[in-house]
């Protein structure tokens, strides 16, 4: 959990402009009302699906902020948001693999898959939610790791 949150704090500061993350919680359960994206990241020693959710609002917020979109322009595009979001999961994925390489040098991460609705994780994963203010928009960071 706290590689990843790392990363986002690296993403959310250096692609977002949001310089302050702060970690409200971590908890087992997952948030109700949310959408986002999640990505895997699948090695030898590793498997695990990153995601970061809000609410749509917050998703809207985090997608502009990436695409430098002023927060007060009406809401992007369904596809547009879709594709803003994976890709801040993706960004944030690939700082995880870069601070991973070390123990498991043969992560890769897979593709995005944006998330509305309850997401479910089978009894093969022990999931974490950290409950994050990125600035001011409420989200999360889910990270379900498989039991090996």
């Avoid at 970061?52 to 809207?60: A, E, I, K, W």
């Avoid at 902020?65 to 596809?79: D, M, R, S, V, Y």
Wanted: aromatic share 4%; hydrophobic share 50%; charged share 20%.
């Amino acid at each position: 959990m706290w590689v990843s949150l790392g990363a986002v704090r690296a993403v959310a500061a250096c692609a977002l402009g949001f310089e302050d993350v702060r970690a409200i919680e971590v908890r087992q359960d997952l948030p109700s009302g949310v959408v986002g994206a999640h990505v895997a990241l699948v090695g030898e020693r590793t498997c695990c699906q990153i995601g970061l959710v809000s609410t749509p609002n917050g998703c809207q917020r985090l997608a502009k902020a990436f695409l430098e979109i002023h927060a007060a322009t009406p809401g992007l595009l369904p596809g547009d948001l879709v594709d803003a979001v994976g890709e801040i999961v993706n960004i944030v994925a690939g700082c995880v693999k870069t601070r991973m390489a070390p123990s498991d040098p043969t992560l890769r991460i897979g593709l995005p898959v944006f998330v509305s609705g309850v997401l479910e994780p089978s009894g093969a994963f022990v999931t974490e939610v950290a409950r994050l203010l990125i600035g001011d928009v409420d989200a999360h960071l889910v990270v379900a790791r498989a039991v090996r």
